[in-house]
């Protein structure tokens, strides 16, 4: 499938305390994210950043696209080679680094899925996958930092 494809949503910044941005601790950094016909997303800043840390912050998001991106490409690649994949979770976690001037960037993101596969004879397979899930994941090509991968390939019990 080639092609050009745009994605919308709708910020709204919800935490007005009465007195607006009149300084750093008279509001509150919640935001709703919406996209026609989707549940409504409670999001923040992060905690360090006076961000609620019962709500979703950027940085959250950003690794969650990762790591849904890599899952979803992951299982097509398998599909593409015959692997039966049977269960798939991930314990991914990212490294965000602050620069003493107000900003700051993500050094790395590690993924450590671990994939079960429904016969012995696929873990190979099963294993090289995950090179070409990366090639085809949209949010890894998009980011700016190392996406790095610590696979598990497990085997189902009969």
Known sequence: MNGEH???????WTG???TGTSGYRDYDRSVTIS???KPDL?????TPF???????NPEDLVLASLSECHLLSYLY?????GVVVTAYEDDASATLLEDG??????????????VTVADASMADAAAAAHAQAREWCFIANSVNFPV???????????
Do not use: N
């Open 35 to 37: 996209i026609d016909g």
């Open 42 to 46: 409670a999001a923040t800043a992060d």
């Open 101 to 114: 001037k107000g900003g700051g960037a993500f050094t790395e993101a590690v993924l450590r899925p671990r």
């Open 6 to 12: 745009s994605y919308r949503l709708r910020a709204q």
């Open 50 to 56: 006076r961000g609620d840390p019962d709500k979703w």
């Open 148 to 158: 790095r991968h610590e696979p598990t390939i497990l085997v189902a019990t009969a």
């Open 16 to 18: 007005d305390r009465g």
């Open 77 to 81: 690649a398998c599909v593409k080679v």
